[in-house]
């Protein structure tokens, strides 16, 4: 499939092998998947062609998300949205989900990054999402929408109090280093 962008051009599309697709199910083989040419030639992922940085100076679409991987103190692997291997190197990273199955289920013990990290809390309706979230010792309860950053170091964990159907949570990471 292809993306009709604006002006009409053709964007190019990545493709993943995603056999899962149930929510909490690994998908996709981590790999970064390829991006298809508009005139059906392929490259890897985030290859070269770059403009910037690195980067494909064309509009990418990517559809090999989520990748679960490893974070430190935390239950199980995150599902990322967005890597910093991404799109030839970016330097944030995306993790989160939906948390209404959380509610009272920490999904990590109390952990530290190198990086700052802000807390996305969304839902449906404005308060439909409650989490609590330690810093350092220091309690804050969100109600959504909400956000919160974590400064690089700072030891932290959240809590899902109360959620709604259609209620997340997201870790943006400003950096590389989970």
């Known amino acids: 499939m292809t993306t009709e962008t604006p002006a009409g051009t053709v964007a190019p599309e990545i493709s993943g092998e995603s056999p899962?697709?149930?929510a909490g199910e690994p998908r996709g083989d981590n790999t970064g998947g390829t991006v298809r040419e508009p005139c059906g030639g392929s490259r890897p992922a985030g290859g070269a062609g770059s403009a910037s940085a690195g980067r494909p100076d064309r509009a990418e679409v990517r559809t090999d998300i989520p990748r679960f991987l490893p974070v430190a103190g935390h239950h199980a692997p995150a599902p990322f949205y967005l890597t910093a291997d991404m799109f030839g190197g970016v330097p944030v990273e995306l993790a989160g989900g939906p948390i209404d199955h959380l509610v009272?289920?920490?999904v990590a013990e109390p952990h530290r990054h190198q990086v700052d990290e802000i807390y996305f809390l969304v839902s449906p309706n404005?308060?439909?999402?409650?989490?609590?979230?330690?810093?350092?010792?220091d309690r804050h309860e969100?109600?959504?929408?909400?956000?919160?950053?974590?400064?690089?170091?700072a030891e932290h964990r959240f809590l899902t109090l109360e959620a709604e159907p259609g209620s997340y949570c997201f870790g943006l990471l400003l950096g590389d280093a989970r």
Not at 126 to 137: N, T
Not at 146 to 152: I, Q
């Open 142 to 153: 969100l109600a959504s929408p909400a956000l919160l950053r974590v400064p690089a170091g």
């Open 20 to 22: 899962g697709g149930n």
């Open 104 to 106: 009272g289920r920490p």
């Open 126 to 137: 404005p308060g439909g999402a409650r989490i609590e979230v330690l810093v350092d010792g």
